[in-house]
């Protein structure tokens, strides 16, 4: 198992800034997702561990030892890391055993055979070991892909958007063919993805990346739960953020004004201007008197229930706020909302409203 720790690192590719100061750390047999926009950077950060980019500043260890930084550059074979890439990258003139055991030659035979068959068992496919890829499923070849990592026992494994040519039946049941193969090798994986629920469904351990920059590292829970940037708190879990006024912090909660009302809700913010970051689940239509009173302007049908998308009188959002609703509610209705929760952060000056800016780099 290996640690990876990252200290100030910057890539920039002309003008545009794909790392810009990333400080990390990933302990070691952790299932680590990167997570974020189209254009964040995330590809680039998982290159630059995997040697296929050099930084221009900043340092790389993994498992302690430097492998990138002042005066020092490791090559990528000599990193002692698998990478599975999304394209699977396996030859079709080969067996699944001949491309699993592809790499491993200076092995002694016998050696050889033994990895190929415990790799091949890891992934539950050494009833396939003597067909070809073209004979296999998108998610047979995904694990042919990922036990050709495993046998030459890494001590990282990086997977590039693993799961992005499988269809959403597949992908699920990969899913929880990574969290079982991952427990079972205690291998550190890097695993990265721009789709959250993949993310938070796999990951012991998330980053969040915006525009070359860090913005929280946390257990899936905890980024859900407790942003700790307005841009975490919008791009997670759908998030929407209100402007309100934080007037005192006591014990993990919050006083506020939100328009004429007073609110004590969890949250981090001294007095001030404050964000207050909203989920569907956070809220419901009011049955006696309101928080806030919308219009609604659509609905939509999904999971049993009906998604209302509604604007809040007298606030200026860019976008509707979201809840759940078990009877339909006609858009153009005004209702009144109850706020059942919600996480209160500061305002910083000219916080961006969009998760992202457009997509520069990968």
Known sequence: ????????????????????GITMEVPSGAFFALLGPSGCGKTTLLRLIAGLERPDAGAIRIAGEQVAGPGR???PGARGLGMVFQSYALWPQMTVAGN???????????????????????VGLAHAAGRRPHELSGGQRQRVALARSLAARPALILLDEPLANLDAHLRQSMLAEFRRIHRASGTTFVFVTHDQNEAMAIASLVGVMDRGRMEQIAPPEVLFDRPATPMVARFVGNGRTLPVTALAAQGGRVKLRLGSRLLSLPGDAPPGPAWLCLRPRDLSLAAGTADLSARVIDQRFEGGEYVLACLPEGLDLPEPLELRSRAAVAPGTLVGLQLRGGWVLPREELAPETASAEPAFA
């Open 1 to 20: 198992m290996a640690s990876i720790e990252t200290s100030h690192l910057r890539l920039a590719f002309g003008a545009t800034h794909a790392v810009d």
């Open 100 to 122: 699993v055991a592809f790499g491993l030659n200076r092995l002694p035979a016998a050696e050889r055979a033994r990895r190929v068959e415990e790799a091949l068992s890891t």
């Open 73 to 75: 550059f490791i090559e």
